[in-house]
Structure formats: structure tokens, C-alpha cells
T-cell receptor
Framework: LAKTTQPISMDSYEGQEVNITCSHNNIATNDYITWYQQFPSQGPRFIIQGYKTKVTNEVASLFIPADRKSSTLSLPRVSLSDTAVYYCLVGRDTGRRALTFGSGTRLQVQP | DARVTQTPRHKVTEMGQEVTMRCQPILGHNTVFWYRQTMMQGLELLAYFRNRAPLDDSGMPKDRFSAEMPDATLATLKIQPSEPRDSAVYFC??????????????FGPGTRLTVL
């Protein structure tokens, strides 16, 4: 299975920009990169998905360098409600590779 | 606002008892997933279905777990007999997969199972 590596935890303050990087050295040519957010006692929620360069939506931006061996989720001006666990997934279609959630990054936003 | 629903939300049972968890996927979604989450193992994929047919159930302990989709509006996950190590939160998710492009999954609220 394609392995992803993320920091275990990160701390930030309200109003700051947070960047969470995920390493995926074994990414395949057709793989997409997908990020999910999970709040305590809830199921994960899709944030963003991309293949290369930059993708932006109303919640976050996803930066993917040319070699695609890593990706960075950027959360602009975080608030307390962004405190959650963030997961990076790599794969295509719904094969098991694309559905493997790693340990995630626990983001704690302080006032 | 379409959502995945799961019942029951909480279940406490004794070892050896049968447990059935139910999931109603979002109408129109063709793929249903079952996950289990524990502190130790994190979020693990148990099985998933496409158009009600099982595609992969390699994540399930075959001797005690079974997953089915009796119809397009209902997915079930059954444990028989249950064991304390099955205690976890079980999530159902659904998604619309067209061709081979991976699309987002919509997760339900989960069933918190405690086996005593």
C-alpha cells in the first residue's frame, strides 16, 4: 500500500495560516491526493482533492509540487473550530490504496 | 441536506452476542464503505460495495464479520459472536464513483460499539 507520512501534531493560534505537509514518495502516476478532516465524535469530512500544482476551494488550498512526492494542505486564518485531525490519502478510484487513512495530523488551534 | 444515517448510534452488548449495525447511504450514491476506528489502530477500511456488490472485504475478520446490502437504501454490518476487541466506532460512508475517478466519501455519524 502507498504510505503517507504526516506530522503527528501541530499547534497554531487563531488567525494564523497553517500548512500541513504529507509525504507520499511512492505515489503512482494516476494517483490523486485527497485530504479529510475529522472532528471528535464525528466521521471524516472531505476537504480537498488534487492531482498536480494547486487546487483551491472555499475551505483550503492544496499545493502539489511537480514531482508529486509530497503535498501541502493550507488552511488560511484558522479558527478554534479548525481544531481537528487531518488525513492525507493517496490513490485512484476506490481501491484499497485510496481508502487507507494514516495516523493523521492532530491540529490544535489556541485562542 | 442529504446525509448518511447509521443506527444505532450507541450499542453496549455482552461478549458472544450478535450485533447488527445499519446504514442508509445517500440516495443515488453507488458505493458504500464500512470503516472501524479505534485509538490503537486508527481508521481502518473493513469492506466496500459498488452497486450493492462487494468489491473488497479483505479488512474484515471473516469468521465473525459479515457485510451485506439487501437493497440500495440499506447496508448492514453484522458481528457474530462479538468480542471485547470489537469495541470501536464503526463508520459507514457512501460516495458516487463514476468510471475510475475517486470521488469524495460522505461519512455517517458512526455507531459506537462497546462489547463487555
Amino acid at each position: 500500500l502507498a504510505k503517507t507520512t504526516q506530522p503527528i501534531s501541530m499547534d497554531s493560534y487563531e488567525g494564523q495560516e497553517v500548512n500541513i505537509t504529507c509525504s507520499h514518495n511512492n505515489i503512482a502516476t494516476n494517483d490523486y491526493i485527497t485530504w479529510y478532516q475529522q472532528f471528535p465524535s464525528q466521521g471524516p469530512r472531505f476537504i480537498i482533492q488534487g492531482y498536480k500544482t494547486k487546487v483551491t476551494n472555499e475551505v483550503a488550498s492544496l499545493f502539489i509540487p511537480a514531482d508529486r512526492k509530497s503535498s501541502t494542505l493550507s488552511l488560511p486564518r484558522v479558527s478554534l473550530s479548525d481544531t481537528a485531525v487531518y488525513y492525507c490519502l493517496v490513490g485512484r478510484d476506490t481501491g484499497r490504496r485510496a481508502l487507507t487513512f494514516g495516523s493523521g495530523t492532530r491540529l490544535q488551534v489556541q485562542p | 441536506d442529504a446525509r448518511v444515517t447509521q443506527t444505532p448510534r450507541h450499542k453496549v452488548t455482552e461478549m458472544g452476542q450478535e450485533v447488527t449495525m445499519r446504514c442508509q447511504p445517500i440516495l443515488g450514491h453507488n458505493t458504500v464503505f464500512w470503516y472501524r476506528q479505534t485509538m490503537m489502530q486508527g481508521l481502518e477500511l473493513l469492506a466496500y460495495f459498488r452497486n450493492r456488490a462487494p468489491l473488497d472485504d479483505s479488512g474484515m475478520p471473516k469468521d465473525r464479520f459479515s457485510a451485506e446490502m439487501p437493497d440500495a437504501t440499506l447496508a448492514t454490518l453484522k458481528i457474530q459472536p462479538s468480542e471485547p476487541r470489537d469495541s470501536a466506532v464503526y463508520f459507514c460512508a457512501s460516495g458516487l464513483v463514476l468510471g475510475q475517478l475517486y470521488n469524495e466519501q460522505f461519512f455517517g455519524p458512526g455507531t459506537r460499539l462497546t462489547v463487555l
